[in-house]
C-alpha cells in the first residue's frame, strides 16, 4: 500500500532529497527555504535592534522578539514535516504488512488444521502404541511369574537332592566311623594283651602297629585319646564299665579299658575306665598278688551286637 505524493513534500523533483518520494528513507522536505526565511528573520530583528533608538522602544522589542520566534519556528518547521511524513510512511508501510498478513490467515488456519489432524493421528498412533506395551509387559511379567514359580520348583527339588545326598553321606560317614572305631578298638584290645604276655619284642611291634592305625585315623579327623591311671574322673570324657552309680569325689581312674573318640573337635565317644578309691585301704598282699589283672574290654564278636560300646553322633 503506497501513500501519494503531496506537493508540500515533494515540490521539485531536481532536489535530490525528494528524488524518490516513494522510497521512505528519502522522503525528506528541502530545508534550505526555510532556513534562509530563518535567516533573514535574523537579520531582520538584528537589524531592528541596531538601528532603533535607544533606549528600544517596547514596539521595537516585540518586533525582534517577534522576528526571532517566526525565525525559530521556520527553522524546526522541516524537521517536524519530515518526522510526520516517516510516520506516515510507517504507518502506510504497517497497514500493507498488515493486509499481508490477513491474506495469510487462511493459509495459517489451514496449516492449523492439517497440524490439528496429525496431532490426532499421532495421538492414536500412540495411544495403540501404549496398548501393545502394556500388553507386551502383562505377558513378560506372566513370563516371570512363570519363571519364577519353575526356579522356585527346581530349587526346592535341588534342596531336596542335595538334602538327600547330605543324609546319605552322612548315614555313610557314620558307618564307617563305626567301622573304624571297632578297628581301632580291636587293636587297643591286641595292644593290651601284648602287654599282659610279657613279651617286650612283641609288646612293641604291636604298640608300632597301634601309633601307625591311629596316625592314619587321625588324618581324617578322628583321634583316639586314654585316661591316664590316677587322673580324676571326667563325667563328659570318661564312662564306667559296668554304668552303674555315680562314682564319688575322690575316684580316680585306674585303667583305661576302651579307648575314647573325637571326630574334627568333637567328643564322638568317651572313653571306658575303670575306677578306684584315690588312697585306698591297705590290703593283704598275698591276696593282690594272687588278684587276677583286669583285663581290656573286648570288641563285640557280632556287629549288631547289643554289647558294642556306645558311638555318639559326628554331628
Known amino acids: 500500500m503506497q501513500c501519494p505524493a503531496s ?28 532556513l534562509l526565511g530563518d535567516a533573514l528573520l535574523l537579520a531582520a530583528a538584528f537589524f531592528f535592534v541596531q538601528h532603533a533608538p535607544h533606549p528600544i522602544d517596547r514596539w521595537e522589542i516585540v ?19 519530515d518526522y510526520r511524513a516517516i510516520v506516515k510512511v510507517i504507518e502506510a508501510g504497517a497497514l500493507g504488512s498488515i493486509a499481508e498478513k490477513i491474506q495469510n490467515l487462511e493459509q495459517l488456519a489451514a496449516q492449523i488444521s492439517s497440524a490439528t489432524n496429525e496431532w490426532l493421528n499421532v495421538q492414536t498412533q500412540a495411544e495403540k502404541i501404549s496398548n501393545g506395551a502394556k500388553e507386551i509387559a502383562d505377558h513378560m511379567a506372566g513370563e516371570v511369574r512363570d519363571f ?22 552322612r548315614r555313610g560317614e557314620g558307618e564307617w566311623l563305626q567301622v573304624l572305631v571297632r578297628i581301632l578298638d580291636h587293636v587297643f584290645v591286641l595292644h593290651a594283651a601284648a602287654a599282659r604276655s ?3 619284642r612283641l609288646e612293641e611291634q604291636i604298640s608300632n602297629f597301634q601309633n601307625a592305625c591311629r596316625d592314619a585315623a587321625r588324618r581324617i579327623g578322628l583321634a583316639p585319646f ?17 554304668g552303674e552309680g555315680k562314682p564319688s569325689a575322690d575316684t580316680v581312674v585306674a585303667e583305661t579299658a576302651a579307648p575314647g573318640f573325637t571326630f574334627q573337635g568333637r567328643l564322638l565317644r ?20 594272687t588278684a587276677p589283672e583286669p583285663a581290656a574290654v573286648p570288641p563285640p564278636e557280632d556287629e549288631n551286637s547289643e554289647e558294642q560300646l556306645p558311638l555318639g553322633s559326628p554331628d
Open 7 to 34: 506537493p508540500l513534500l515533494a515540490p521539485d523533483a531536481d532536489f535530490s532529497e525528494t528524488g524518490s518520494v516513494n522510497d521512505s528513507k528519502h522522503w525528506t522536505v528541502p530545508k534550505w527555504p526555510f
Open 63 to 81: 518586533t525582534a522578539s517577534a522576528c526571532v520566534a517566526l525565525g525559530a519556528l521556520l527553522g524546526a518547521l522541516p524537521f517536524i514535516l
Open 148 to 169: 519364577t514359580e519353575f526356579m522356585r520348583k527346581m530349587n526346592d527339588s535341588e534342596k531336596a537332592a542335595l538334602r538327600l545326598e547330605i543324609e546319605k553321606l
Open 198 to 200: 610279657g613279651q617286650p
Open 226 to 242: 586314654t585316661a591316664e591311671p590316677d587322673e580324676p574322673f571326667n563325667a563328659e570324657r570318661h564312662q564306667i564299665v559296668d
Open 270 to 289: 568317651p572313653a571306658l575306665v575303670r575306677l578306684r578309691q584315690a588312697n585306698p585301704p591297705e590290703e593283704n598282699p598275698a591276696a593282690e598278688a
